[in-house]
């Protein structure tokens, strides 16, 4: 076993804590890099990165949306002689009718996939959907605790991955050989409506949670008296678009191929997550 640390990168957030505690679990050696982390890294400060890189033998890329930030990162990781990278990609990057993209994020992914191509570097790339953990420690999480969930998605449904399988897939490419050159589409088994998830949610929470569909109008409206910018806001609509239109509903094998199991249920997320007290209000 190397003693050569590999590097996480937002290792704060929802995937990267997870792949941080899966490889410990396995008794390798972890740089947890983040801008408040064990490892200080920020993306808009190059000064964290080398730092961050010395001595790494791989490193898990999640990159700072909106930004084209990692290509920068990946050449200077090819000059601290880095061997191996898995980066954080997103579903639907190479459809042009997945969603608008107001904020450039897409764009910025695109950007990255090819600097890590390209970079002469081992390289894996994981393009997981939307979280099932988005209802539990992200987006949607402090509506959900409130009971009520206000989201511009119709009756449009989404085949949510859970954070869990996605980290066991990125630890599985930074440390076995044969995901080298690999692209994992990561979803769930099966689609579910924001209605389903909702009820499944306030099934195993044991109290009465509710969604309420709206016109993406009055959503926008809701989060600008909110106190959102209406940029922001529109960003945030444009982001659920993919639920709405059912562009993210579809299933994919990536977790099946890469772990040879079926990919968690959003049952088995709401379960686990209900028993830990991840909705405890």
Known sequence: MSDQ???????????????????????????????????????TDSGTWDAALEGAQSAYIVQLDGTVLVRQFVERAVKHGLRRVVLASGRGIDNPDYAEDSSGILDGLLDS????????????????????????????ADSIRAGELRLPAGDGAASFVD?????????????????????????????????????????????????VPLSVEDFVAEMVEAGLSAEDAKAYADMVEP???????????????????PARTFEEFARSTAEAGGWSV
């Open 163 to 211: 954070a869990e399988d996605i980290a066991a897939v990125v630890v599985a490419a930074l440390t076995e050989d044969k995901h080298n050159g690999q692209i994992y589409e990561l979803s769930g088994p099966k689609a579910v409506t924001l209605a389903e998830a909702v009820a499944t949610i306030s099934e195993h929470a044991g109290r009465e949670i509710r969604y």
């Open 113 to 140: 996939e090819a600097s890590v191509r390209e970079s002469g570097l081992e390289w894996s790339i994981t393009r997981p959907g939307w979280f099932a953990q988005n209802f539990s420690e992200g987006f949607f």
């Open 243 to 261: 639920i709405r239109n059912g562009t993210d509903a579809y299933l994919s094998d990536g977790v099946q191929r890469a772990l040879g199991r």
């Open 5 to 43: 640390p590999i590097l996480v990168t937002g290792a704060t957030g929802k995937s990267g804590s997870r792949v941080v505690k899966q490889l410990r679990a396995k008794g390798l050696p972890v740089r947890a890099a983040a801008r408040h982390g064990e490892h200080v890294f920020d993306w």
